[in-house]
């Protein structure tokens, strides 16, 4: 692993999009996708191994499931995924949005709430185009997927709970929008409302990709083009920056035997030359994560 300021590079890892890192505290061990080559990368974090599955199509965001194997958010909608011996998959589909994800579109950022239902979004994968058309989904294996619940995306990201589960956030990463909202989340019900903007990211450093929840209840978001991590308290206020070695981290996740290590995901720029690009970097951010839900189905 090669240090930077207190970082490590997790060996000579590149994604093109590195997304959705995930700790799985039984078998101490991260997960993670790399978009666009659809693969899952993990990393045994005792020995510093590392292992990858090729997948049929591109996983955006995954989840651990209760009784084992990963839940994903796929081009084509949820699917089931369970990993075998050397780069075997079995992915079986769970379920597609009614009126299906249409040409150009793909899940895109998603993670459990904290009651164990899997939430993800959907995009439309040419940013440039500005179609406004992602929608957020919740999937239970009692209901299904949901109805879209928040409409009218750009790029949908920034998926998290607080650690009570009743505080939802939402950003939407995409130039032309770059806010995050805040959501009042019933947990019973797995339904949020009043929505408002937390933060308006056009006034901080970096668009609101992937983000994180600390045990102080701060939300933590990766400044895509803007090279840091940003931490928010609950009231909205930026209390914390950590710079990294690269323009764009994408995604950021607690975990580690104490839940007090970040890892920390990144993407390569077109005809980028930065060797720092698509890392996959660990860190200590001084403060302590909540443990992810699994998928309960």
Known sequence: MTSFAGIERVGDIRCGVGESPVWDAAHGAWYWVDIPAKTIWRLDASSGMTRNWQTSEM???????????LIAGMESGIFSIE?????????TKL?????GLGEGLRFNDGRCDRQGRFWAGTMFMDMAAKKAVGQLHRYTTQQGISAPI???LLTQNGLAWSPDGRTMYLSDSHPASQLIWA???????GMPSNQRVFVDMNEH????????????????????DGGCILRFTPEGKLDRRIDLPMAKPAMCSFGGAN???MIVTSIVPPNST???AGAVLLLNPGVKGVPEARFKG
Do not use: H
Request: hydrophobic share 35%; net charge negative; charged share 25%.
């Open 95 to 99: 379920a597609a949005p009614t009126e």
């Open 259 to 261: 839940l007090d290590t």
């Open 59 to 69: 996983a955006a965001c995954i989840a651990l499931k209760e009784r084992g194997g």
């Open 205 to 224: 450093p970096g668009r609101p990709d992937g983000a994180a929840m600390d045990g102080d209840g701060c939300y933590w978001i990766c400044g895509n």
């Open 183 to 189: 959501f009042d989340y019933d947990t019973d019900q």
């Open 150 to 152: 928040v409409s009218n």
């Open 274 to 276: 930065d060797e720092w």
């Open 83 to 91: 990993l075998g011996a050397g780069q075997a998959v079995l992915s």
